[in-house]
C-alpha cells in the first residue's frame, strides 16, 4: 500500500485540497505498472467521493488529454518565439547560490534538463527567472505555478476539456521530495477560471501572486 495526494478543487479561496489517499501501489518501471496505481488510485478516491470527475496528469496518463497537459509536453513560448516546455523552463529559470540560471537548458527535452548534474551542484536554489523577471523562492509553488498556468491559457482545446474534471493526481510527485506538482497548478487553475478570477490573475506576476497566494494568507 502507499499514500499519494488527490487536488480537488475548491471553489473557494484554497482553489484546490490535498487529500492523501491510500491505495494499492504496484512496484515497477514500466507505463503499465504506473497505469496499475493510477487506476488503483482513483478506484480508492472515487469510493470516498462518489461524484468526483479525476484526472491523472502525467506521462503516463491512459488519457490523452492528461498526457498533454504533463509539464514535460506543455509547451510555452519566449518573447522570441522559441518553444520550451514548462519542464525545461521551470529547471531553466532556477538560480542557485553558485550558478544559474543555465538558460541553455531550453534548449534540451524536459528530460536531459530535470536530470542536468549542475541542478544538483551549485548550491540552494536562491530565486528563479524567466524572460527577465526575477521570482521569490517563496512561496515555494508561486514560480512553477505561474509558467504552468500561462502555458496552460496558451491552449482553449486543452483548457475546455480540463474544465470537466474536479480532481487531479500525479502518480510520480511525492510530496515527500518535490514541492511542485502539475495536477495541483491544474486544480488551482479550474478554481481561479469558475471563480473568474484567471484573467486577473495571469495579467503579470503581481496579481498572480495577490491573487493566488495572497488571498489565501488574508482569509
Not at 5 to 26: K, R
Not at 93 to 100: A, I, M, Y
Request: charged content about 25%.
Amino acid at each position: 500500500m502507499a499514500k499519494r495526494p488527490v487536488f480537488a478543487v475548491s471553489l473557494d479561496w484554497q482553489y484546490c485540497v490535498c487529500e492523501d489517499i491510500e491505495f494499492e501501489y504496484f512496484s515497477g518501471f514500466s507505463d503499465k505498472q504506473k497505469q496499475r496505481s493510477i487506476q488503483s488510485l482513483h478506484q480508492a478516491y472515487i469510493l470516498q467521493h462518489p461524484q468526483a470527475k479525476i484526472l491523472e496528469i502525467s506521462s503516463k496518463s491512459e488519457e490523452a488529454l492528461g498526457v498533454k497537459l504533463s509539464a514535460f509536453h506543455l509547451m510555452l513560448t519566449s518573447n522570441d518565439g522559441a518553444e520550451f516546455s514548462v519542464e525545461s523552463a521551470f529547471q531553466a529559470g532556477k538560480v542557485f547560490e553558485n550558478g544559474g540560471p543555465y538558460i541553455d537548458l531550453l534548449n534540451v527535452s524536459s528530460r536531459e534538463a530535470k536530470k542536468d548534474e549542475r541542478l544538483k551542484n551549485s548550491g540552494a536554489v536562491i530565486a528563479f527567472q524567466f524572460e527577465g523577471e526575477r521570482f521569490a523562492t517563496e512561496p515555494k509553488t508561486y514560480f512553477y505555478q505561474w509558467l504552468y498556468m500561462n502555458a496552460l491559457q496558451r491552449y482553449p482545446e486543452l483548457t475546455e476539456q480540463l474544465m470537466d474534471y474536479n480532481a487531479f493526481t500525479d502518480i510520480v510527485f511525492n510530496p515527500k521530495k518535490s514541492l511542485n506538482c502539475q495536477a495541483e497548478a491544474a486544480a488551482v487553475y479550474v478554481s481561479l477560471q469558475k471563480q473568474g478570477l484567471l484573467v486577473e490573475a495571469l495579467k503579470n506576476k503581481q496579481t498572480f501572486f495577490e491573487i493566488v497566494f495572497q488571498r489565501q494568507q488574508n482569509s
